[in-house]
Antibody, heavy 118, light 110 residues
Framework: QVQLVQSGAEAKTPGASVKVSCKAS????????MHWVRQAPGQGLEWLGR????????IYAQKFRGRVSLTRDTSTSTDYMEVTSLTSDDTAVYYC???????????WGRGTLVTVSS | QSALTQPASVSGSPGQSITISCTGT?????????VSWYQQHPGTAPKLMMF???KRPSGVSIRFSGSKSGHTASLTISGLQVEDEADYYC??????????FGGGTKLTVL
């Protein structure tokens, strides 16, 4: 069965960077796009960006361009999302979500809580 | 890209029907049928409930249906059940080749 297993919670100070992983199993990673979505405490969902099946192409929400980077390690079936120059506004649960070949997010990871605090 | 507009909350009694609207622009919902809906219970990841405006994923109850008119998409839940109480989010593909979410709607089953 499809599973997306994300790395554990992170606590960072302002100005630092964080890298979250999302290991895929139960399907061929290189056949699907992957999206990243975040949710601040008590807030709604926010789309960050997407990486293509080969990992060679990415697109980001304008708000996050230059600060968010998505990469893919096909040898380990793992996707990564890195956010730099963290502020308290980046405190959120970060999700990876598979693109189900029909412009939707059909499987989600359980989320990784990133807390930014001095 | 501005967020899609959803009502903050809707409510209904068990057995009733409710509809959640999701309004966008000509840059997203008005142009593309790539609208999907997600259900999120507290402390859990979102779950896909509808895609392509009106297509139900395998395993999702037929009580859930979707539609679109102009710049507005809608999710209708008929025969409300207590377990339907959750937050619901719409999303759409945009002409910037990105995705945008709605602000979310809290459904209360009274």
């Amino acid at each position: 069965q499809v599973q997306l297993v994300q790395s554990g919670a992170e606590a960072k100070t302002p100005g630092a960077s964080v890298k979250v992983s999302c290991k895929a199993s139960g399907y061929t990673l290189t056949s699907y796009y992957m999206h990243w979505v975040r949710q601040a405490p008590g807030q709604g969902l926010e789309w960050l960006g997407r990486i293509n099946p080969s990992g060679a192409d990415t697109i980001y929400a304008q708000k996050f361009r230059g600060r968010v980077s998505l990469t893919r390690d096909t040898s380990t079936s793992t996707d990564y999302m890195e956010v730099t120059s963290l502020t308290s506004d980046d405190t959120a649960v970060y999700y990876c979500a598979r693109d189900g070949h029909d412009w939707n997010f059909d499987f989600w990871g359980r989320g990784t809580l990133v807390t930014v605090s001095s | 890209q501005s967020a899609l507009t959803q009502p903050a909350s809707v409510s209904g009694s068990p057995g009733q029907s409710i509809t959640i609207s999701c309004t966008g622009t000509s840059s997203d919902i008005g142009t593309y049928d790539h609208v999907s809906w997600y259900q999120q219970h507290p402390g859990t990841a979102p779950k896909l409930m509808m895609f392509g405006v009106s297509k139900r994923p395998s395993g999702v109850s037929i009580r859930f249906s979707g539609s679109k008119s102009g710049h507005t998409a809608s999710l209708t839940i008929s025969g409300l059940q207590v377990e339907d109480e959750a937050d619901y989010y719409c999303t759409s593909y945009t002409d910037s080749h990105t995705w945008v979410f709605g602000g979310g709607t809290k459904l209360t089953v009274l």
